[in-house]
């Protein structure tokens, strides 16, 4: 509500009316669903099908009591601890089944609180498949998500914005391993599982709900591919555009809509600026306005430790160095001297 009270966010209430389905309850997915539970959420339905393991208590989430329980059995149980005005809706399947896939897709349809679609789906799954089943599914609903993911080597991460027929599907730009035509079970080395560390997933989670929150709550700029290198603190983003030969024919089907939809609106009225000419006073007198200080002055004036600033960063104002009195000037010692004398002096020159 301090956002609110700030002028940050117009109506933070509205929050208590949205739904949020959460797909995959694992490191980023379980801290997701703990961070909207907090800030009010009204629905959040949560998808996955493994079962929580005594090697899931790095998850910043899951409790060693809950090891055997399915992770979306145990999230709601404690979501709902803490913060029982949360509707919770748990489905312990794999959505990429044929049989699965078609229920996954009525719950974005119809789950919402209202019984319309849900109003943002987060994919917080770890492997190809889910995601392009989620992308699937997005694209033939028009269902607006946030894709997420974690690197094996656990030391760096990304969200991504996808909008059906507006921004890159999934499968635009799919990963090189896919694109190769390489079986995602050949990337595991055998007798090496995945590193993970909360902090990075932690991170990860933080900019996916704080995205989500921006773009459900209008407010801030959502970002459309953010990237996060852990090694030296790197937040890359970009923007991806669809690919007009997607091989997902839905994406193609809503890239076609988005086109007529902004052909079909009106251009926006240029606004014709007059130039009007500068009107000068009459200077009698040919005065003129300087700068105290020239340009190479004003760009030595930062103090020294001022001097090597990051990129993006500046100061608030510049400290001009101190002038240092220069040896053997040429002054005249006034002191002593009476008007008349000085006047005498000034007739002599």
Not at 307 to 312: D, F, I, M, R, V
Request: proline share 4%.
């Amino acid at each position: 509500m301090a956002l609110k009270r700030m002028g940050i966010v117009e109506d933070y209430e509205k929050i208590r009316t949205l739904t949020v389905a959460v797909v995959g309850v694992g490191g980023v997915g379980s801290v997701t669903a703990e961070m909207l539970t907090r800030c009010g959420i009204g629905k959040l339905l949560l998808f996955d099908y493994d079962k929580v393991e005594l090697a899931n208590m790095n998850r910043l989430f899951f409790q060693p009591h809950q090891a055997g329980l399915s992770k979306v059995e145990a999230a709601a149980n404690t979501l709902q601890f803490i913060n029982p005005d949360v509707t919770f809706e748990s489905h312990n399947y794999n959505i990429t089944t044929v049989e699965n896939f078609g229920h996954f897709m009525e719950r974005i349809k119809s789950g919402s609180l209202t019984g319309g679609p849900v109003d943002l789906v987060l994919s917080c799954v770890d492997n190809y498949e889910a995601r392009m089943a989620i992308n699937r599914a997005c694209n033939e609903l028009g269902q607006k998500w946030f894709e997420s993911g974690v690197s094996e080597n656990a030391v760096s991460g990304h969200i991504q914005f996808l909008i059906p027929g507006e921004t890159a599907c999934f499968d635009c730009a799919p990963p090189l391993v896919v694109a190769s035509n390489i079986n995602e079970s050949t990337l595991k080395r055998d007798g090496v599982c995945a590193a993970s560390l909360p902090t990075t997933m932690g991170v990860v989670a933080g900019l996916l709900v704080q995205n989500t929150l921006k773009f459900l709550l209008k407010f801030g700029e959502v970002a459309n591919y953010l990237g996060y290198n852990a090694m030296v603190d790197f937040f890359p983003t970009m923007t991806v555009r669809p690919n007009p030969q997607c091989e997902d024919i839905w994406c193609q089907k809503q890239q076609r809509e988005y086109r007529a939809k902004k052909a079909a609106e009106p251009e926006p009225e240029k606004e014709e600026v007059k130039e009007e000419g500068v009107v000068h006073e009459d200077n009698e007198w040919d005065i003129c306005l300087v700068a105290e200080t020239t340009p190479e002055e004003a760009a030595g004036s930062v103090s020294a430790p001022m001097t090597n600033l990051a990129k993006g960063i500046t100061v608030a104002y510049e400290r001009l160095a101190p002038v240092a009195e220069e040896a053997g000037s040429n002054t005249v010692d006034t002191e002593g001297i009476s008007l008349d004398d000085l006047m005498a002096q000034m007739k002599a020159l």
